[in-house]
């Protein structure tokens, strides 16, 4: 049995925009799909992924201030802080029909 899983559209252009843009880039869509089932620190993510650990960063910074990325943080036994990255986002589906973009997004509940 297939099941049909309902995504939100999004309706502001500025918005389908920056996700098509976000999209395009490699190293943002492999930082997303590598956090879809667990979440992942930028190291783990950098090394994973093959992304140099400076663009891992700033990948991880863009995609959470976009709100594509969730955090988690703790502090481990030496007393450093250790954050983990989780995707909030399953899939984004996009048309472009007659001239109209459609972009759908799909949330991450796993």
């Not at 500025?14 to 930082?31: C, F, G, H, P, Q």
């Amino acid at each position: 049995m297939q099941v049909l899983i309902q995504g939100k559209p999004v309706q502001e252009q500025t918005t389908k925009d920056i996700l098509l843009e976000v999209m395009a880039d490699k190293y943002s869509r492999l930082i997303l799909e590598s956090t879809i089932e667990m979440p992942k620190s930028v190291i783990d993510l950098s090394k994973e992924c093959g992304v140099p650990i400076s663009t891992a960063y700033r990948r991880v910074q863009r995609l959470h201030g976009l709100k594509l990325l969730g955090i988690s943080g703790s502090i481990n036994e030496d007393g450093k802080k250790y954050f983990l990255y989780k995707s909030k986002i399953k899939s984004i589906m996009t048309c472009f029909n007659n001239g109209m973009l459609d972009v759908e997004i799909i949330p991450n509940f796993a």
